[in-house]
Every structure is written in structure tokens, then in C-alpha cells.
């Protein structure tokens, strides 16, 4: 029933691995040890044999198309009247640049930002050149920062839903599993550090509460 509440207000076409390719069914393969309920500290850790490359793509994409329909499920309440900036909380605020429109840090309204960075994590992910297609075409040099990039951009869509939208996520009974998707990307990004420790910071206090029965080994 969720699932469905989530399909009809997705936020953006689904981005789909081709089926035959090792991308694909590695997605399968975490997708299915998601499903049977194991233990998601360990569902994070790479397969035996698999290369890091592969599954940090993999991951890249279905956090992006779960963080994507998790963001639908607010767009309606998102708007530039009550959300005038992308914060997470009082003592947070996220500027957007990307070097090409925005060449300076520049404060938005949330919706906008929101907007600007799913546009530019699609175009990542779209591109060939940082994504490649086939499985003989080897990834770029640039293939780890950029995932790190995008992975980064990412949270903060989790920072604002969850201070500023919790409310409606608790009203469409999504809670459950907006914890669970981010339970998920921390144990990942942490597993591989890949999000600087300095950018949870606005949801350290409901990363401890709700990732407790595994405690992360932070410094
Ligand atoms: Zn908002």
C-alpha cells in the first residue's frame, strides 16, 4: 500500500539499471537481502569478489531513485512560501552552486534547491562518461568524488524532509520506512566513509536514536 502511495507522487522517472547487466543484478542481489529483513550494518559491506566501483554505483543510483520518491511524498507541502530556505533547523542552512548558473553559494528556497540538486544528481547518473553503461567501459578517474558528491547532496534532502516534514511523513505512515531507506545510506556511507562526519551533524541526534542497535564506531 505504501509503495503505492510512493509510485503515485513520484518526483522524477525512475532510473533503471539494464536487466542482463552485473549492475543489475547486483542492485537485485540488495534489493532481495533488503527485503528478507537482515541485518542492514551488514547488508552495506561489499560481496566477496564484487568490485567496489560496481556496488558504489549501484547504490548511488537506488539511493537517488529512494530519497527521489521519499521527496515526492512532500513536494506538496514543500513550497517557497514555507520552506523560504533549504535548512535543517535553525542552525543549518545549505547554499546551492554548481559552478555553472550558480557560481557562487547562493541561498534558494528549499523547493528550488531541491529541484536544482535532483536535476544535477540525474545528470550525473545519466552520464555516460561518469556512469558507464557497459560493463567493458571502465569507470573515470573522477567516479569516487563525484559518488561522494552526489551521496553528500543527497543527505541533505534526508536533513530537510526530516526537520522540516516529519510531521507529514507521520501523517501518510511513510515513518517506518523514510527510517529505514536512511538507516540504510548511513550504514553505507559510513561503512565506505564517504559523507564527511561534519554534514550529519543536523540529524546526529536521530541518527543516534533510531541507528542505536548498532551503534556506529565514531570518533
Ligand atoms: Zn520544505
Redesign the pocket.
Known amino acids: 500500500m505504501l509503495h503505492q502511495l510512493f509510485s503515485l507522487t513520484t518526483f522524477r522517472p525512475k532510473k533503471k539499471f539494464e536487466p542482463g547487466t552485473l549492475r543489475h543484478s547486483l542492485h537485485k542481489q540488495a534489493e532481495a537481502s533488503l527485503n528478507s529483513g537482515i541485518n542492514l550494518r551488514e547488508v552495506v559491506k561489499l560481496p566477496p569478489g564484487e568490485n567496489f566501483n560496481d556496488w558504489l554505483a549501484v547504490h548511488v543510483v537506488d539511493f537517488f531513485n529512494r530519497i527521489n520518491l521519499i521527496y515526492g511524498t512532500?513536494t506538496d507541502?514543500?513550497?517557497e512560501e514555507?520552506?523560504p530556505t533549504m535548512s535543517g533547523g535553525p542552525k543549518f542552512e545549505y547554499l546551492w552552486a554548481d559552478g555553472i548558473r550558480y557560481k557562487k553559494p547562493t541561498p534558494l528556497p528549499?523547493?528550488n534547491y531541491v529541484s536544482l540538486l535532483m536535476d544535477w544528481v540525474e545528470a550525473q547518473i545519466n552520464n555516460e562518461d561518469i556512469f558507464p553503461v557497459k560493463i567493458d567501459v571502465p569507470f573515470p578517474k573522477n567516479f569516487i568524488p563525484t559518488c561522494k558528491k552526489i551521496l553528500t547532496r543527497l543527505f541533505r534532502v534526508f536533513v530537510?524532509v526530516y526537520i522540516?516534514?516529519f510531521d507529514r511523513l507521520v501523517a501518510i505512515g511513510a515513518e517506518a520506512h523514510v527510517n529505514t531507506c536512511y538507516k540504510h545510506f548511513y550504514y553505507f556511507v559510513t561503512e565506505f566513509d564517504i559523507v564527511s562526519q561534519k554534514e550529519f551533524e543536523p540529524l546526529a541526534e536521530m541518527t543516534r536514536k533510531i541507528c542505536k542497535e548498532n551503534p556506529p564506531q565514531l570518533s
Open positions: 512532500v507541502y514543500c513550497l514555507t520552506c528549499a523547493p530537510h522540516h516534514h
